[in-house]
Structures are given as C-alpha cells and as structure tokens.
C-alpha cells in the first residue's frame, strides 16, 4: 500500500516534487520490509539474527527521520515557521537517528546478561526521537484541545497518536500472552498485534500529512531536493556504519557439533 502511494506520487506531474513526502514513503515502505526480512532471515544463525535486526533497527530510525521531514515541510505550527526551532529540527532528527541506531544495536549485546535493561534501552531507543519528532504536532493537539481548530487533519493526527501509543504499550507489556502463556504462541502475540498497531498508525499519519499538506501549500517553504537527500544520505551513511562496527563486535557464532 505504501510502495502504491510511493509510486503513485513519483508518477505525478501537475505538482512540483515534494521531496519531503517523498522521503517520508520511502520510508514508510523500508521499514515494514527490514521488519519482514529480520523475521524471515534471522533464524539462520545467531549472528544473522543480530545482523538482520541490527538492520530492522536502523530502518525504524529512518523511518523516525522520515517522519520528521514530513513533519518539518507540512505538520509545524505556522507560527513556529522560521524560528530557531523549526531550523534546528531536522539536524536533531538526523542526531536522533544515529543516536536511536546506536543505542538500539548497542541493546543486543545486554541481552543475556542484562534483558530488562535491553529491553529498556531498546524501548528509549524508539521512544524518545517519536516524543522529540511530535512536539509541534502536540503543540497543534493542545492548541485544539483549548478550542475549536479548523484544521481537518487533527482527528487523524489523533488517531495516529493513538495508535503510536497503542503500539509503545503492547511492546512494553507484552500483552495478551503474559495473561495466557502458550495460548498466543503462534496467532495472536504481542509482537504480531504490535506490527498491526504500528502499521495503522502510519496509514493515519500519512493521511493526516498527506492532508495538511494539501490546506497549508503555500504558507511553508518545502525544502528542496538536495537538503532532503542530505539529511537522508547522512543518516543512511551512519547507520550502514554503526551497522558494520555492531557485526564485527559480534562473537563468533559456535560451530555445529557433528553427528
């Protein structure tokens, strides 16, 4: 569905480019493939289950990015356009990117011995550039909450939110299956409702951007193709590099015993 909107928005004619939506599809349609190959190709061996959700991780922090261009170029409030923040936003995304890979691969190798303090650093790792990348969208939400906004984007924006959160709770939790061990091993389990959560919380936000970008055309200066496609490059250049030094800080993986 992604990759159709991808397409369908490359295949357009009568609008100027917008880059940064088109980079926001792009991830969109990345990260839901790592994802997919993670679970597919990580039972090979051991070291290809770290390599392939090393890759998974990284995907998702493209995705935040992605997020956050989009958020830049159509979602900020039109008084905070132009300001220091608006300026700084997207560096500090790209920060959060490497920051998020890093710290994300980095909890792979405390699981053994230390799996709570994985699974928190795993968690923060996601968490915190979603927190900093909706700041101006909870600044549109709180503005509406006080009174009427005649923004048509909002409800889902908070549908999106809704969903964002939904998603953080499940893989927290790991709920159904702590309720009834063994019922939900194969159909039903926390991981599988989160990538349900995670995607309908991203068809919403594309909607709501793809909305608000069409009510605000005009008032915000969209960026252009080459500071897009930097923002992307670096983020991309950093995580392929955070990805080979977590491989080769790896242990060999034992040898099969012959029979």
């Keep these: 569905y992604f990759a159709w909107a991808l397409v369908g928005r490359l295949r357009g004619r009568e609008d100027p480019p ?5 980079a926001y599809l792009l991830s969109c ?7 997919s190959c993670a679970h597919t190709f990580s039972t090979m061996s051991t070291r290809a289950r770290h390599i392939c959700y090393f890759f998974d991780y990284a995907a998702l922090s493209m995705y935040s ?7 830049s170029a159509y979602v900020f409030p039109l008084e905070w356009v132009g ?10 995304a790209v920060l959060n990117t490497i920051i998020s ?11 053994l011995e230390r799996p709570r303090l994985s699974k928190a650093s795993r968690t923060l790792a996601f968490v915190y550039p979603y927190l900093f990348d909706s700041i101006p969208l909870f ?3 709180c503005l509406c909450a006080r009174g ?3 923004d048509g984007s909002i409800l889902l924006h908070c549908s999106h939110t809704g969903w964002a959160f939904l998603t953080c709770f499940i893989f927290a939790t790991h709920l159904p299956e702590r309720w009834a061990p063994g019922t939900f091993d194969y159909i039903g389990h926390s991981h599988q409702v989160f990538h349900v959560c995670g995607i309908l919380g991203t068809h919403f936000q594309m909607e709501a951007i793809l909305l608000d970008m069409a009510e605000r055309a005009g008032p915000v200066l969209v960026p252009s193709c080459l500071q897009t496609l930097c923002s992307l490059g670096l983020s991309v250049a950093a995580s392929l590099a955070i990805i ?16």
């Design 18 to 22: 917008a880059w940064p939506l088109l």
């Design 29 to 35: 349609c990345i990260y839901p493939l790592a994802s």
């Design 65 to 71: 990015l992605g997020s956050a261009l989009a958020y």
């Design 83 to 92: 300001t220091t923040f608006h300026h700084c936003y997207v560096p500090v």
């Design 101 to 111: 890979t890093s710290l994300s691969c980095y909890s792979r190798f405390l699981e």
């Design 139 to 141: 600044y549109r939400l």
């Design 148 to 150: 009427g906004c005649p």
């Design 244 to 259: 080979a030094l977590c491989s080769l800080a790896l242990p060999p993986s034992p040898e099969p015993q012959p029979r």
